[in-house]
T-cell receptor
Framework: GENVEQHPSTLSVQEGDSAVIKCTYSDSASNYFPWYKQELGKRPQLIIDIRSNVGEKKDQRIAVTLNKTAKHFSLHITETQPEDSAVYFCATINDYKLSFGAGTTVTVRA | GAGVSQSPSNKVTEKGKDVELRCDPISGHTALYWYRQSLGQGLEFLIYFQGNSAPDKSGLPSDRFSAERTGGSVSTLTIQRTQQEDSAVYLC????????????FGPGTRLLVL
């Protein structure tokens, strides 16, 4: 099955700085790469996704990049704010099944 | 519109008891998934439904776990003879059967086995 590795497991940044989370995957057939944000005690919420025919996608302060050759993709959050503090999960999909990374706990220091 | 809903939101049970967890997917979503999330951990896939069929049950941890889906809508996850290690948040997600692939999660059921 798919193996998704996510780094770092924890990330502390100063408010206003950028945060970067990286994921690698093993299955070259994976073609869809979503990122979920989970606040404490809440459900995971999709924040951005990218498909295999696109190298980069931006939505306001968040962006995702994909390198299919190297099988890695990254989430970039710029100008971080306290409300960005959460656990972030990357995932890949092959056919119907999502495989998730272990998560990154992001803490934004005021 | 209404999102994925789950009930109960919290469940405390005694070891050895059976529990049933319910998921109401978004209307029209043919694909439904169950995941388990232990404290501070990632999401562990349990089972996938397409319509009322479960073509992938590979994540169910033991034969104490079972799930069904009726009418292509509501799904129930049943845990028999609960053990303390079953304590976790059980999340349900649904999506349209084809593209897009986006899964929408329910709020989860927090299960505590004493």
């Amino acid at each position: 099955g798919e193996n998704v590795e996510q780094h770092p497991s924890t990330l502390s940044v100063q408010e206003g700085d950028s945060a970067v989370i990286k994921c690698t995957y093993s299955d070259s057939a994976s073609n869809y790469f979503p990122w979920y944000k989970q606040e404490l005690g809440k459900r995971p919420q999709l924040i951005i996704d990218i498909r295999s025919n696109v190298g980069e996608k931006k939505d306001q302060r968040i962006a995702v990049t994909l390198n299919k050759t190297a099988k890695h993709f990254s989430l970039h959050i710029t100008e971080t704010q306290p409300e960005d503090s959460a656990v972030y999960f990357c995932a890949t999909i092959n056919d119907y099944k999502l495989s998730f990374g272990a998560g990154t706990t992001v803490t934004v220091r005021a | 519109g209404a999102g994925v809903s789950q009930s109960p939101s919290n469940k405390v049970t005694e070891k050895g008891k059976d529990v049933e967890l319910r998921c109401d997917p978004i209307s029209g979503h043919t694909a439904l998934y169950w995941y388990r999330q232990s404290l501070g951990q990632g999401l562990e896939f349990l089972i996938y439904f397409q319509g009322n069929s479960a073509p992938d049950k590979s994540g169910l941890p033991s034969d104490r776990f079972s799930a069904e889906r009726t009418g292509g809508s509501v799904s129930t996850l049943t845990i028999q003879r609960t053990q303390q290690e079953d304590s976790a948040v059980y999340l349900c997600a649904s999506r349209v059967g084809g593209a897009p692939e986006t899964q929408y999660f329910g709020p989860g059921t927090r299960l505590l086995v004493l």
